[in-house]
């Protein structure tokens, strides 16, 4: 089946320290991986994505990259900004109807 | 990019009554969308899936006759909450999905709180 685990949270930095936050998958086939985030009190915004193997996706300073020999799409932030503090999501989709999402990372970045 | 709205953001209701959230995307056609229910500091369940002018497809374990959900047209989908009570006080999150390149864009939720 297809499922998606995160990183327990909450993760708690300093301002400009590095962040990793780890996601693992099972799926069948060839899924599309995905990181939203959610701020306090919205709903999910797409923060970058990977359609296949060894694509790296980025946004905003983020990066994950699709690893398909370990079944990962861990995210990374060279130096975290106090506004990058909210709850970050690891999705998967196969089909692109049926998404299926870890249970989300919530991340504090203090000054 | 692709906007998708939800109305209302919040709204508080007494049991019993019955609650609608509109799901609208703004510039551009959705076949699809989804309605997603979300428990504080959990992940997104999803509810149903629902396609224009055909009836809503349910998880299992999600009531229809509870979350009744219509597609009407290619920019509005509703989720009507009937005779809400307390347990189904929560964050409703829609979203539409863009064929092309399978991205789901999501809705900024709707908080319900049942009295």
């Known amino acids: 089946g297809n499922s998606v685990t995160q990183m327990e949270g909450p993760v708690t930095l300093s301002e400009e320290a590095f962040l990793t936050i780890n996601c693992t998958y099972t799926?069948?086939?060839?899924?599309?991986l995905f990181w939203y985030v959610q701020y306090p009190g919205e709903g999910l915004q797409l923060l970058l994505k990977?359609?296949?193997?060894?694509d790296k996706g980025s946004n905003k300073g983020f990066e994950a990259t699709y690893r398909k020999e370990t079944t990962s799409f861990h995210l990374e932030k060279g130096s975290v900004q106090v506004s990058d503090s909210a709850v970050y999501f690891c999705?998967?989709?196969?089909?692109?109807?049926?998404?299926?999402f870890g249970t989300g990372t919530s991340l504090t970045v203090i000054p | 990019g692709a906007v998708v709205s939800q109305h209302p953001s919040r709204v508080i209701c007494k049991s019993g009554t019955s609650v609608k959230i509109e799901c609208r995307s703004l510039?551009?056609?959705?076949?699809?969308m989804f309605w997603y229910r979300q428990f504080p500091k959990q992940s997104l369940m999803l509810m149903a899936t629902?396609?224009?002018?055909?009836?809503?497809?349910?998880e299992q374990g999600v009531e229809k006759d509870k979350f009744l959900i219509n597609h009407a047209s290619l920019t509005l989908s509703t989720l009507t909450v009937t005779s809400a009570h307390p347990e189904d006080s929560s964050f409703y999150i829609c979203?539409?999905?863009?064929?092309?390149?399978?991205?789901?864009?999501f809705g900024p939720g709707t908080r319900l709180t049942v009295l």
């Open positions: 799926a069948t086939g060839y899924p599309s």
């Open positions: 990977a359609t296949k193997a060894d």
């Open positions: 510039d551009f056609q959705a076949t699809t």
């Open positions: 629902s396609n224009e002018g055909s009836k809503a497809t349910y």
């Open positions: 999705a998967l989709s196969n089909t692109g109807n049926q998404f299926y």
């Open positions: 979203s539409a999905l863009i064929t092309l390149g399978y991205e789901q864009f």
